[in-house]
């Protein structure tokens, strides 16, 4: 994919980044989104930190430096000064909110695209569905799906563009057989040990928890700092589960809580939790219509862990979290070890995986960039075969990032706002 090295990339990265620490040759300090420091991170969060040095890995104080291995604080997307402090600096807040009042942009909220509308081959618009009633946008330069990995390819098979078979099991009319779309779905799966805590910090359901919330809600309504302003994953480690390899294989977030199932299930009084996840899996999964309907969500199959090696790793990496969370720095907050008190073997470990892990939200691939036969869009972001239609967002990314995917989102866009500028 011409254009896409290290090279070519940085430039975007540094326009789209406003850095509280300022410019650098690897950080950009003038641009739209807030990169800021914890202001107030927990005492435990900092013991880990201290935990995975015990274990003899590196502390890196920054993760977009010259290295990414380590374990360390996470830099936030969040303003700092100017009337914001402690708010998430979101890609609305970064780029839209600024330009809500320019008259050549109209927001359409509450609305569904059914389908992208053409003439021959270019795309001319979108038909799409709002208040119950259906509604067409007309283009006259480039129609932009950014939907992500799930509903770019749902749209793009709506439109009648993706493998033909699948198509016409829809009874939809094949415009173009892109065998591509909805295929080479990759995500990061996601699992997490979790502890209580004797110490009363952090996120918690319990009287205690609620009224320390309450004092920390007035905290970040006087300054934007205190547990409001946190992160949640507050902590950070890229670690090798081999020291022979070449780069880090696996990520760390640590939460000064007791996070579970994203919340879903809760767990009573103060701890903390450590998430691991493999960086580059190798498994692959689909996105697949249920039926013609816009309003039906697609069908998603991640195939999670169908590739040996991603749980080998995950069981690498639930190891070294369970001997980082063991290690002598955090021995004041450990009371009670949720789920994996009873693991005696790698057999165990791929039990609770396999019954626990889930995604930490980053999907990407199913409309992937390239020039093979499963390609969608070429290195430009074009779709295949059409004029006037790009896809921008993470299911252009042709293999998964070691790393999160928020900042390459926008960095894509960065690049194809260039593109679209030029003409």
């Given at each position: ?147 992500g990995a799930f509903n770019s390819p749902q749209l793009l098979m709506l439109s009648g563009i993706g493998p033909a078979a699948e198509l016409q099991r829809h009874g939809i009319a094949v415009r173009q057989d892109l065998a591509g779309v909805g ?58 589960t081999d020291p022979s390899l070449s780069d880090p294989d696996i990520q760390l977030h640590f939460v000064p809580g007791m996070v579970d199932d994203h919340l879903r299930k809760v767990h009573y009084g103060f701890g903390f939790s450590c998430h ?148």
């Amino acid at each position: 994919a011409d254009g896409w090295g290290w090279d070519d990339v940085l430039p975007w990265f540094k326009r789209a980044e406003r850095n509280e620490n300022g410019a650098d040759d690897l950080h950009g300090a003038d641009g739209p989104l807030r990169v800021a420091n914890q202001r107030s991170p927990a005492s435990v969060t900092k013991a880990f930190v201290e935990a995975a040095a015990e274990c003899q890995f590196p502390v890196n104080a920054d993760f977009n430096g010259p290295s990414q291995e380590g374990a360390g604080l996470y830099q936030v997307t969040q303003f700092y000064g100017e009337g914001k402090n402690g708010e998430r600096c979101s890609a609305a807040a970064a780029y839209l909110h600024p330009v809500m009042d320019r008259p050549n942009l109209t927001v359409v909220t509450k609305a569904r695209a059914r389908e992208v509308l053409f003439s021959g081959r270019r795309a001319i618009g979108i038909s799409y569905r709002q208040g119950g009633e259906d509604k067409i946008a007309q283009a006259t330069c480039e129609v932009i799906l950014a939907g992500g990995a799930f509903n770019s390819p749902q749209l793009l098979m709506l439109s009648g563009i993706g493998p033909a078979a699948e198509l016409q099991r829809h009874g939809i009319a094949v415009r173009q057989d892109l065998a591509g779309v909805g295929s080479n779905l990759q995500d990061h799966l996601d699992f997490i040990l979790v502890w209580k805590s004797h110490i009363a910090e952090g996120l918690a359901l319990s009287p205690a928890g609620t009224l320390l919330t309450m004092q920390q809600i007035l905290r970040w309504k006087k300054d934007g700092t205190g547990l409001i302003a946190s992160p949640g994953a507050e902590g950070a480690g890229f670690l090798k589960t081999d020291p022979s390899l070449s780069d880090p294989d696996i990520q760390l977030h640590f939460v000064p809580g007791m996070v579970d199932d994203h919340l879903r299930k809760v767990h009573y009084g103060f701890g903390f939790s450590c998430h691991v996840c493999v960086l580059r899996p190798k498994s692959r999964g689909t996105v697949r219509l249920a039926n013609a309907d816009a309003f039906d969500a697609p069908l998603i199959d991640p195939e999670y862990l169908s590739d040996p090696d991603d749980l080998a790793r995950m069981v690498k990496g639930a190891k070294i979290v369970d001997r980082i969370l063991k290690a002598p720095a955090l021995a004041p907050y450990r009371k009670k070890e949720i789920y994996t008190a009873d693991v005696k073997s790698d057999a165990d470990w791929e039990r609770h995986i396999r019954a626990r892990a889930d995604t930490v939200y980053h999907p990407v691939g199913t409309c992937k960039m390239g020039k093979d036969g499963m390609a969608v869009v070429d290195p430009q972001l074009k779709v295949h075969g059409f004029e006037g239609l790009r896809v921008v967002d993470a299911s252009v990314m042709p293999a998964l990032i070691g790393g999160n995917t928020n900042a390459p989102v926008m960095m894509i866009a960065e690049r194809a706002a260039g593109w679209m500028k030029e003409g």
